[in-house]
């Protein structure tokens, strides 16, 4: 430090000095706030700083919650109780989380996602095949002109390939021994013939009953020579050297075998004569096209020969064997060619247009309502009748697969566009808009497609018509899902391979006994019926797979998901969805293989399902029992003294509740065991009993509400056990009800003949408190009986 900052120092330090300073720093304080003011100076905040403050006022406090577990909400960063996970922002204006799959964006990251959305539709679309091939002869009109005598060909009148024939020309002069011989046994047998006739006496029994000369004639005529050749022979009386054969068909030689002075012996192919009128076109379809080809149906082709004409044909057969190697189907098409244009060998480009209607089945104008037959799909008639080339009676058009357009009206497909689903197998990934949400809202979709019509999928299970799905950006959204671990086509069960079936308020998967009745029956329901399903794979039992599969996704569909809450309704909403899928496909699998294939994916989802609903404890749930009517008419009066303490308790009346224990012991000591007759139905009975004297008797010594409403859930618990195993009379109707809120939260249930909330729990506190309502014994009144017994 140099002297003069140390004299600086020094003298600035003085007490005097400081004092002086001070005084300064105040003046300029007040003198600029004094000119602050002048110059329009306001101690507001400036107008950015009041919107942002208003926007984060609107916006409300910042939360942050975990991506595998939305129950989860904290007010700062940290990590998830449950599973660890860094917590996530979570804006508290996008509405509650309703599914798994889930995604809320802003209306500017929409824009800029380019997300564009296309309603689920039912219409019919056209699915067009294409494929490639080759012209071919017809099989049927090919002839083969064959030696049917050993000789000498000492002539060939048609010497080149290619020449038109047509039936009856000349076309080889033969030199045959055999022919010769033949000959002279005819001309022997018509002298003596002859002679024969001119004797006296002479008759036909004179040779053994053997007409001689008409089995030489058959002789030749299986030689190959015609009817007019054995005549001249027989006239003309000497056999000749050498005997033509003539075309038996028209058309070109497309083979020459033999040379001129080749020796033939019987049976040697000479000549290949094709009938070139009608031709085959040989093509290949793809494994994935053939649902829709069908027998009979038109197919429009070009060729190199004649761009931009086009030529049609009808599909005559389908190979049933599939090439390993192409994967790949030969398709006939039965061809006219009555112009010549068509040459075999030439190369085809063709397409078929199918018309698709619900199943994938398809429909043919051309051929509604017609008659075609079975050989020749070229015949096509209005009326039924033969085949005019082979025969055969003509059959409907319907019989080989297609179906009438009318029939159909209102049975269109449910289609999508390609660009929607997320191709994964059978299955896809589909999002879906919510357009009902204050903010673009998208939930993922596991859908099972049908075949590719065109430019779109039909669908067979997991969307409803009507429902907008992403048709752009849903790439964008799986990513956005990716990135947060939720479940996606990339990562179906969420990021880290989570589980997705926490509690909503423990962390803790739900118990199956704290679910609702028809929930617990239809899980139990959905348990067994795998069990079956396991059952008939491992036998091998392929009809039994697809039957059992039917059941289970009549099963899954028939839960009520709105008895569900929160959390849960998430999870069963996407087990139900995976389920439900696996069971779609399970209806219609093919082979045995493919079905033990598609159990193991279902195992997988089953252990999802044991392991979010607990189904290891099935055995919990009341089981109806074999109980006379008498026994639960004196249950009626247990039921009736049960519903008097619920009504004391929800209008605060303890003392008339304490009456009501009174009614109730007199009742429950009343009833004759003896009417039971059925073992198991006894012991049930002497069990509960025994339980609702333990419960009576500590009801009887309760002195307080408080005490006596504790009491009244396990009370409500055996009613329950009673009401769905005995029955309090077959049409007496019995509601079950559940109070989230009861006993610090950990809820309790209780029963009553209606629907209308009574909470015992809370009285007139929260009277109305419920967050569930079911039927679970007898049947529910009508409108008209509910309005006259509130009215009472």
Same mark, same amino acid.
């Given at each position: 430090?140099s002297?003069?900052t140390?004299s600086?120092?020094?003298?600035?330090?003085?007490?005097?000095?400081?004092?002086?300073?001070?005084?300064?720093?105040?003046?300029?304080?007040?003198l600029?706030f004094a000119?602050?003011?002048?110059w329009g100076?306001s101690?507001?905040?400036?107008?950015?700083?009041?919107?942002?403050?208003?926007h984060?006022?609107?916006?409300g406090?910042?939360?942050?919650?975990?991506?595998?577990?939305?129950?989860i909400?904290?007010?700062k960063?940290?990590k998830?109780?449950?599973?660890?996970?860094?917590?996530?922002?979570?804006?508290?204006?996008?509405g509650?989380?309703t599914?798994l799959?889930q995604?809320?964006?802003?209306?500017?990251a929409?824009?800029l996602?380019n997300?564009?959305v296309?309603?689920?539709?039912?219409?019919?679309?056209e699915?067009?095949?294409?494929?490639?091939?080759?012209?071919?002869?017809d099989?049927?009109?090919?002839k083969?002109?064959t030696a049917?005598v050993?000789g +000498?060909?000492?002539?060939?009148?048609v010497?080149?390939?290619g020449?038109?024939?047509?039936?009856?020309?000349?076309?080889?002069?033969?030199?045959s021994?055999?022919?010769?011989?033949?000959q002279?046994?005819?001309?022997?047998?018509?002298?003596?013939?002859?002679?024969?006739?001119?004797?006296?006496?002479?008759?036909?029994?004179?040779?053994?009953?053997?007409?001689?000369?008409e089995?030489?004639r058959?002789?030749?005529?299986?030689?190959?020579?015609?009817?007019?050749?054995?005549?001249?022979?027989?006239?003309?009386?000497?056999p000749t050297?050498?005997?033509?054969?003539?075309?038996?068909?028209?058309?070109?030689?497309i083979?020459?075998?033999?040379?001129?002075?080749?020796r033939v012996?019987?049976?040697?192919?000479i000549?290949?004569?094709?009938?070139?009128s009608?031709?085959?076109?040989?093509?290949?379809?793809?494994?994935?096209d053939?649902?829709?080809?069908?027998?009979?149906? &038109?197919?429009t082709?070009?060729?190199?020969a004649?761009?931009?004409?086009?030529?049609r044909?009808?599909?005559?057969?389908?190979?049933?064997?599939? !090439?390993?190697?192409?994967r790949?189907?030969?398709? +006939?098409?039965?061809v006219d060619?009555?112009?010549?244009?068509?040459?075999?060998?030439?190369?085809?480009?063709?397409?078929v247009?199918a018309?698709?209607?619900?199943?994938g089945?398809?429909?043919?104008?051309?051929?509604?309502?017609?008659?075609?037959?079975?050989?020749?799909?070229?015949?096509?008639?209005?009326?039924?009748?033969?085949?005019?080339i082979?025969?055969?009676?003509?059959?409907?058009?319907?019989?080989l697969?297609?179906v009438s357009?009318?029939?159909?009206? !209102?049975?269109?497909?449910?289609?999508?566009?390609?660009?929607?689903?997320?191709v994964?197998?059978?299955?896809?990934?589909?999002?879906?808009?919510?357009?009902?949400?204050?903010e673009?809202?998208?939930?993922?979709?596991?859908?099972?497609?049908?075949?590719r019509?065109?430019?779109?999928y039909?669908?067979?299970?997991g969307?409803k018509e009507?429902e907008l799905?992403?048709?752009?950006?849903n790439f964008?959204i799986d990513?956005?899902l990716?990135?947060?671990?939720?479940?996606?086509?990339?990562?179906?069960?969420?990021g880290?391979?989570?589980?997705?079936?926490? !509690?909503?308020?423990?962390?803790?998967?739900p118990?199956?006994?704290d679910?609702?009745?028809?929930?617990?029956?239809r899980?139990?329901e959905?348990?067994?019926?795998?069990?079956?399903i396991?059952?008939?794979a491992e036998?091998?039992?392929?009809?039994a797979?697809q039957?059992?599969f039917?059941?289970?996704?009549?099963?899954v569909? &028939?839960?009520?998901?709105?008895?569900?809450?929160?959390?849960?309704?998430?999870?069963?909403?996407?087990?139900?969805m995976?389920?439900?899928?696996?069971?779609?496909?399970?209806q219609?699998?093919?082979?045995?293989?493919?079905?033990?294939?598609?159990?193991?994916?279902?195992?997988?989802?089953?252990?999802?399902?044991?392991e979010?609903?607990?189904?290891?404890h099935a055995?919990?749930?009341?089981q109806?029992l074999?109980?006379?009517?008498?026994?639960q008419q004196q249950?009626?009066s247990?039921?009736?003294?049960?519903q008097?303490m619920g009504?004391?308790?929800?209008?605060?009346?303890?003392?008339?509740?304490?009456?009501?224990?009174?009614?109730?012991?007199?009742?429950m000591?009343?009833?004759?065991?003896?009417?039971?007759?059925?073992?198991k139905?006894?012991?049930?009975w002497?069990?509960?009993?025994?339980?609702?004297?333990?419960?009576?008797e500590?009801?009887?010594?309760?002195?307080?509400?408080?005490?006596f409403?504790?009491?009244?859930?396990p009370?409500?618990?055996?009613?329950?056990?009673?009401?769905?195993s005995?029955?309090?009379?077959?049409?007496?109707?019995?509601?079950?009800?559940?109070?989230?809120?009861?006993?610090?939260?950990?809820g309790?249930?209780?029963l009553?003949?209606?629907?209308?909330?009574r909470?015992?729990?809370?009285?007139?506190?929260?009277l109305q408190?419920?967050?569930?309502?079911?039927l679970?014994?007898?049947?529910?009144?009508?409108?008209?009986?509910a309005?006259?017994k509130?009215e009472?």
């Amino acid at each position: 430090m140099s002297g003069e900052t140390r004299s600086f120092l020094s003298r600035l330090l003085k007490p005097s000095s400081i004092f002086v300073l001070l005084g300064e720093l105040v003046v300029v304080f007040v003198l600029g706030f004094a000119f602050s003011q002048f110059w329009g100076g306001s101690d507001a905040p400036s107008a950015e700083a009041s919107a942002e403050h208003d926007h984060a006022a609107e916006r409300g406090p910042q939360l942050w919650t975990c991506s595998m577990h939305p129950q989860i909400k904290a007010n700062k960063p940290g990590k998830c109780p449950i599973c660890a996970m860094e917590l996530i922002p979570l804006s508290t204006n996008t509405g509650p989380v309703t599914g798994l799959r889930q995604l809320v964006v802003s209306t500017a990251a929409r824009a800029l996602m380019n997300i564009q959305v296309t309603p689920v539709q039912r219409r019919y679309v056209e699915a067009n095949v294409r494929m490639v091939g080759k012209v071919d002869y017809d099989e049927t009109r090919l002839k083969r002109i064959t030696a049917r005598v050993a000789g +000498r060909l000492d002539r060939l009148f048609v010497d080149y390939t290619g020449v038109q024939v047509n039936e009856g020309d000349h076309m080889v002069y033969i030199y045959s021994e055999q022919l010769y011989t033949a000959q002279q046994e005819l001309i022997e047998t018509a002298r003596v013939r002859k002679a024969q006739a001119d004797a006296a006496g002479a008759d036909f029994f004179a040779t053994g009953g053997i007409d001689l000369l008409e089995s030489a004639r058959e002789k030749l005529r299986l030689l190959g020579l015609t009817q007019e050749q054995i005549a001249e022979i027989e006239t003309r009386e000497k056999p000749t050297d050498n005997v033509m054969i003539y075309a038996p068909m028209g058309g070109i030689v497309i083979e020459k075998l033999k040379q001129e002075g080749d020796r033939v012996n019987t049976g040697d192919r000479i000549y290949t004569v094709a009938d070139l009128s009608q031709l085959w076109v040989q093509m290949d379809a793809y494994e994935s096209d053939l649902i829709w080809l069908r027998y009979g149906q &038109s197919v429009t082709f070009t060729t190199e020969a004649y761009p931009g004409q086009e030529f049609r044909g009808r599909i005559a057969f389908i190979d049933p064997v599939l !090439n390993d190697k192409t994967r790949t189907v030969k398709i +006939r098409v039965n061809v006219d060619n009555t112009e010549g244009k068509l040459k075999p060998d030439m190369f085809v480009r063709a397409i078929v247009q199918a018309k698709v209607a619900a199943g994938g089945r398809v429909i043919d104008a051309d051929l509604e309502g017609k008659w075609i037959s079975p050989m020749h799909p070229e015949i096509v008639k209005d009326e039924p009748g033969d085949c005019d080339i082979c025969g055969m009676p003509l059959v409907r058009a319907e019989s080989l697969g297609y179906v009438s357009s009318k029939a159909m009206e !209102n049975t269109q497909p449910l289609v999508i566009p390609v660009s929607a689903a997320l191709v994964t197998g059978t299955r896809a990934i589909v999002y879906v808009e919510d357009p009902k949400a204050k903010e673009p809202t998208f939930e993922g979709r596991e859908v099972v497609l049908g075949p590719r019509a065109g430019d779109h999928y039909l669908v067979r299970s997991g969307l409803k018509e009507g429902e907008l799905v992403v048709t752009n950006g849903n790439f964008k959204i799986d990513s956005a899902l990716q990135i947060v671990a939720k479940p996606s086509m990339m990562t179906p069960e969420g990021g880290g391979g989570h589980q997705h079936g926490d !509690n909503a308020s423990s962390g803790t998967p739900p118990k199956l006994k704290d679910l609702p009745i028809s929930i617990r029956q239809r899980l139990i329901e959905i348990n067994t019926t795998w069990q079956h399903i396991q059952n008939a794979a491992e036998e091998e039992n392929l009809d039994a797979v697809q039957q059992h599969f039917g059941k289970l996704k009549e099963v899954v569909q &028939s839960v009520d998901s709105s008895l569900l809450a929160e959390h849960p309704k998430m999870l069963w909403s996407e087990l139900s969805m995976l389920i439900g899928n696996d069971a779609t496909e399970g209806q219609t699998v093919k082979t045995i293989k493919s079905a033990q294939q598609l159990v193991g994916e279902l195992r997988r989802d089953m252990q999802r399902l044991d392991e979010q609903f607990g189904l290891a404890h099935a055995e919990s749930l009341p089981q109806k029992l074999v109980v006379p009517a008498p026994f639960q008419q004196q249950l009626s009066s247990l039921w009736d003294a049960y519903q008097k303490m619920g009504d004391a308790l929800a209008s605060d009346n303890f003392p008339e509740a304490q009456k009501a224990v009174q009614q109730f012991e007199q009742s429950m000591k009343s009833a004759d065991m003896k009417l039971l007759t059925d073992n198991k139905a006894h012991r049930a009975w002497m069990k509960e009993q025994k339980n609702l004297a333990a419960i009576v008797e500590s009801l009887k010594k309760t002195e307080e509400i408080r005490a006596f409403r504790a009491q009244f859930e396990p009370l409500s618990a055996v009613l329950q056990v009673l009401a769905m195993s005995f029955g309090f009379g077959e049409t007496e109707p019995v509601f079950l009800l559940h109070c989230p809120m009861a006993f610090n939260n950990k809820g309790a249930i209780w029963l009553q003949d209606n629907s209308q909330t009574r909470n015992p729990y809370f009285g007139s506190t929260m009277l109305q408190c419920a967050d569930r309502t079911e039927l679970i014994a007898g049947e529910k009144p009508d409108a008209a009986e509910a309005i006259s017994k509130d009215e009472e």
